[in-house]
């Protein structure tokens, strides 16, 4: 990206360094002198342009004394442009001229001498009136008129190079468009009413600076050929362009749309809007008188094409067996009407099939193709061709004759008949159609799996029972990997669940101590057990069981009273017999015993 | 521990499955060959060869009348059937050949030979292209393939979903949804192929006369509306008085005598 960047800048030094190095197109200097309007009222003043081509580095002439003007340099102005690649730069001394006095005048010829070389202008006329020539003007516009109005601004000329022209006669049609001191756009093509004769499309527009009557115009210029189609005295034209004309007018409206253009602050005024106004221009006709080819000196096979032309002829191949195409080539090159222009008549022979030619046309040339068939192998040659034409410069018509051309043809080897190369090869390749015979492929040797009575495996009562196999299995490990998947996240859950088991466990390692008499230490385990399972079941730490704990949770949660009571009753012996040292019966402890087992199980059966 | 008790479940999970997969390929490959009943076959093979088709067509028959079947016995005999002339007959043991043996060559060869000799072979109505698709398919398998195919995928799919409950990681748990889900339509369009071939069990005849005619109506009277010609395939949509109400495979319906027909 960046280096891109600095490619771009170095080129364009480049073609600026090439630019303003000014001299090395000096060699073509071109002068033109041009002022800016031909009509001025005294009092204001007219800009007389001394336009250099082709250099930057022309100083300043010194005007010389110019009848009924003074004179004023008011600076240089220096143009680059690029058009098509080609660069062009000119300098413009622009000079003011303030008309002293009424009358028609003459600027010029202007001449001067630069590196010793003498450059000359044409001679420019302005009129100098007394009074506003915009004044003037502007008490007898209508809106109708105001583009004529803008007749010296803005105009059409169409040309021809001559008048006077024979029928079918190709001469190229110029129409210009000439601008000055004007913003147009959406230039279409002309159109021109030309009936009588026969035209081309327009060719690419071309644009350039012209100067005309000492006024510079931008010129927009299109081209094409027309040629007459019948003999009459005819008019041509009036060609007509339409355009936009772009207007910049001021916030404080003026008498006229135009008036902007032709005041001194033209496009001065920064603050203008601009405002598009449609502009059909019309040319002046142009009377043509089209005549009819002279009868003097008309060949006998003249078939019509006027221009003047060249006309060459080549057969291909020259020696070939009967029946074997030989290629006439016919080439017409040259300036004129190629409409007319039809394939030269080969002289009526029997010995040639002859085909229709084919065409071909490019510009300035038209190419006839045509192929011919030798019948006999007697013959020798392609006889001679002739070409006639009119020759609208010389006024005299023109025979052209090539030929004979010697051919050899020989006889066929395969006789008589058409015989095309190319099939030869696909002849080769033909293979007749294989017939293959039809019928049943043989029997098997082996029965292969012989059953008695095959029966459907789907209608199969087992078959049908292992179906519900994976299901029952999916069902049943779901569940379980749901359950293991519970008791590994909700310790809660987990608690609950193994509390039961627990206990059965406390309970049986008591009952084994009951029964070897260790009253202590049953205490004991009797009450850790009971407090563990109180613990899980109610998701409390076993280290902060107490009695008042327990009974306040269960009473949340309203286990039945007796429970309740039971417990408490469980809690105080046991610590009566831990902490108190008090002596118990085996009796109360077997009923103690007992009533922590029927405790346990009433609680499994609560909801906690 | 726990791991170790997944592992420990996915191992009987495995063997029940494999135990499963062997109880049904058993079912599938019964054996039951009897030797005089091979003797005879190939007894029917010698008349075969020597050109004796009318004595090969009473030896095949034979066997068949024991109650023993096989797809190159109905191919034989179909075959000796068509050598007699009998185009009807051996259309129809053809077709009960393809039954058992779907995937054979010579009989595909044969079946189309034979079909080929049926006068005024009527075009199959164009069916959608994806239930031609799963008919070709499965048309390879025999009907009991076909279930055990069938009860396999849906082993497959509860085992990829039994695996995936237990498996702990996510990319592949995904790949597995995925798997099971393209099992899933395999299995619907197998079950839709399965019923139509179910169901349509002893209603597929074979027309094995020279020419029956379908007629309006359940009666000899009735006006008839078209022919059928021997070897024809058609479907049975009920039986009335001797009659078959018959739909033909360019779906027209009409009424063709019991006799003229012989279910596949």
């Known amino acids: 990206m960046g280096n891109s960047k600095l490619i771009r800048k170095i080129f364009s030094i480049v073609i600026l360094s090439f630019v303003f190095s000014g001299t090395a197109f000096a060699a073509d200097i071109k002068f033109q002198a041009s002022v800016d309007r031909n009509k001025v009222s005294l009092g204001s003043a007219i800009n007389l342009n001394l336009t250099f081509y082709g250099t930057q580095r022309m100083p300043a002439p010194q005007l010389p004394k110019i009848d009924g003007f003074q004179s004023r340099y008011q600076g240089p102005s220096t143009r680059v442009s690029m058009v098509n690649g080609k660069i062009s730069s000119s300098i413009t001394h622009i000079y003011t001229l303030i008309p002293m006095r009424v009358g028609k005048f003459k600027i010029g010829p202007l001449s001067l001498e630069y590196k010793k070389k003498t450059y000359t202008s044409k001679q420019i006329t302005v009129e100098v009136v007394e009074g506003s020539v915009n004044a003037s003007e502007s008490t007898q516009r209508s809106s109708s008129e105001e583009a004529s109005k803008l007749g010296d601004n803005i105009f059409l000329k169409m040309s021809v190079p001559k008048q006077d022209i024979y029928l079918n006669e190709i001469i190229p049609l110029t129409i210009k468009l000439y601008v000055s001191r004007l913003a147009v756009r959406d230039i279409e093509y002309p159109i021109f009413s030309h009936n009588g004769f026969s035209t081309d499309k327009f060719a690419k527009p071309a644009q350039y600076r012209d100067v005309l009557n000492g006024r510079e115009y931008e010129v927009i210029e299109f081209k094409t050929n027309i040629f007459g189609t019948k003999t009459a005295k005819l008019v041509l034209g009036p060609a007509q362009i339409k355009c936009n004309l772009i207007v910049n007018k001021k916030r404080q409206r003026s008498s006229s749309p135009f008036d902007s253009f032709f005041g001194d602050d033209a496009f001065g005024d920064f603050f203008s809007r601009r405002e598009i106004y449609p502009l059909s221009l019309k040319s002046k006709e142009i009377p043509i008188t089209v005549k009819d080819l002279p009868e003097e000196g008309k060949p006998e096979d003249f078939s019509g094409a006027v221009g003047n032309f060249t006309f060459d002829l080549k057969a291909e191949p020259k020696e070939v067996n009967v029946g074997d195409p030989i290629t006439l080539k016919m080439v017409i090159k040259g300036r004129g009407n190629f409409a007319t222009v039809t394939c030269p008549k080969l002289e009526a022979n029997q010995s040639f099939k002859i085909y229709d030619p084919e065409v071909k046309q490019e510009y300035g040339t038209k190419t006839f193709e045509q192929i011919l068939m030798p019948d006999t192998d007697t013959v020798q040659e392609i006889p001679k061709i002739t070409f006639s034409c009119f020759d609208t410069e010389k006024k005299v018509y023109r025979t052209i004759s090539k030929g004979p051309v010697p051919i050899k043809i020989t006889k066929s080897k395969k006789g008589k008949g058409l015989r095309i190369v190319e099939s030869s090869q696909s002849a080769a390749k033909y293979v007749k159609k294989e017939v ?125 009273k007796k429970i309740l009571n039971a417990l408490d009753d469980i809690f105080k012996k046991c610590d009566a017999t831990r902490y108190a040292l008090l002596e118990r019966s085996e009796k109360e402890t077997d009923s103690l015993f007992e009533k922590v087992k029927e405790v346990i199980r009433l609680l499994e059966k609560e909801r906690l | 521990m726990m791991l170790l008790k997944c592992n420990k479940l996915l191992y009987i999970l495995l063997f029940i499955i494999g135990i499963f997969f062997m109880s049904c390929s058993i079912l599938l490959a019964e054996q039951g060959n009897s030797h005089s009943e091979k003797h005879m076959f190939y007894n029917a093979n010698n008349f075969y060869k020597q050109a004796k088709y009318d004595e090969a067509v009473k030896e095949y028959e034979q066997i068949l009348e024991k109650g023993y079947e096989s797809g190159n016995l109905y191919y034989n005999l179909a075959n000796s059937y068509l050598k007699e002339g009998a185009l009807g007959k051996a259309v129809l043991n053809y077709e009960r050949a393809k039954e058992l043996i779907p995937r054979d060559k010579d009989l595909e060869a044969n079946y189309l030979y034979a079909k080929s000799l049926i006068t005024n072979c009527v075009a199959e109505s164009k069916m959608p292209w994806l239930k031609k698709q799963v008919d070709k398919f499965y048309g390879q398998f025999t009907l009991n393939e076909m279930t055990v195919i069938l009860s396999m995928v849906c082993a497959l799919i509860f085992l990829i979903l039994t695996v995936r409950i237990f498996l702990r990681i996510v990319g592949l748990k995904r790949y597995l949804l995925i798997s099971v889900f393209v099992l899933i339509l395999f299995l619907i369009a197998g079950s839709f192929s399965f019923y139509k071939r179910v169901s349509s069990l002893g209603r597929e005849a074979i027309v094995a006369k020279k020419e029956a005619e379908a007629k309006y109506g359940p009666f000899d009277r009735a006006t008839t509306y078209f022919t059928l010609y021997e070897g024809t395939k058609i479907y049975i949509l009920s039986t009335k008085d001797g009659w078959n109400k018959i739909k033909r495979s360019d779906k027209k319906i009409g009424w063709v005598k019991k006799t003229s027909l012989e279910v596949i």
Do not use: W
């Not at chain 1, 029997?443 to 789907?458: L, S, T």
């Open chain 1, 436 to 560: 293959l015979g039809r019928d049943i492929v043989y029997i098997k040797d082996e029965p292969g799996n012989m059953i008695k009575n095959q029966a459907c495996i789907y209608k199969n009562r087992i078959f049908l029972l292992i179906q519900l196999f994976p299901l029952i299995i999916f069902i049943f490990l779901s569940i379980v990997h749901k359950r293991t998947e519970k008791l590994r996240t909700d310790l809660r859950y987990a608690r609950n669940l193994r509390a039961f088991k627990k206990a059965k466990q406390g309970i049986k390692k008591a009952k084994s101590l009951l029964e070897r008499k260790r009253t202590r230490e049953f205490y004991d385990s009797i009450l850790k057990t009971l407090k563990e399972y109180l613990g899980n079941k109610l998701h409390i730490a076993p280290g902060g069981i107490t009695s008042d704990i327990v009974d306040k949770v269960l009473r949340r949660k309203a286990i039945n």
